[in-house]
């Protein structure tokens, strides 16, 4: 049974830097044809993808958020973590790590993006981040 655990933070200034952590468990971030993603959902409003980062380390942004974002692994501790830099307000929200498959071994994860070929199967708890001073 996998599972993802966050933590950080629940309480960020602005213009500072949100920074989490994902710790997987009964799984590894390196293992094949798996990626691994953070999503964030503030009040009131829609589900929303920030980004991942793919078996072989790649990574990929959301564009709308790709210029504050960055997602990194430590792999001796099978981690995965998640920084978002000059958070506002509007940052609020609570934050999920999950886990993505390909549903067809082998896609590369630009195909699979584009053909829609994943799936995701694991997901955290989710932790509360308020961004205020």
């Known amino acids: 049974q996998v599972q993802l655990r966050e933590s950080g933070p629940g309480l960020v200034k602005p213009s500072q830097t949100l920074s989490l952590t994902c710790t997987v468990s009964?799984?590894?971030?390196?293992?094949?044809?798996?990626?691994w993603s953070w999503v964030r959902q503030a009040p009131g409003k829609d589900l929303e993808w920030m980004g991942l980062i793919t078996d072989a380390g790649s990574t990929y942004y959301d564009p709308d958020l790709e210029s504050r974002t960055s997602i990194s692994r430590d792999t001796s501790k099978n981690q995965f973590s998640l920084q978002l830099r000059s958070v506002t307000p509007e940052d609020t929200a609570v934050y999920r790590c999950a886990r993505l498959y390909l549903t067809v071994a082998g896609t590369s994860w630009i195909d699979a993006f584009t053909d829609g070929l994943y799936e995701y199967d694991y997901w955290g708890q989710g932790t509360q981040v308020t961004v205020s001073s």
């Open positions: 009964g799984g590894t971030i390196t293992a094949s044809d798996y990626a």
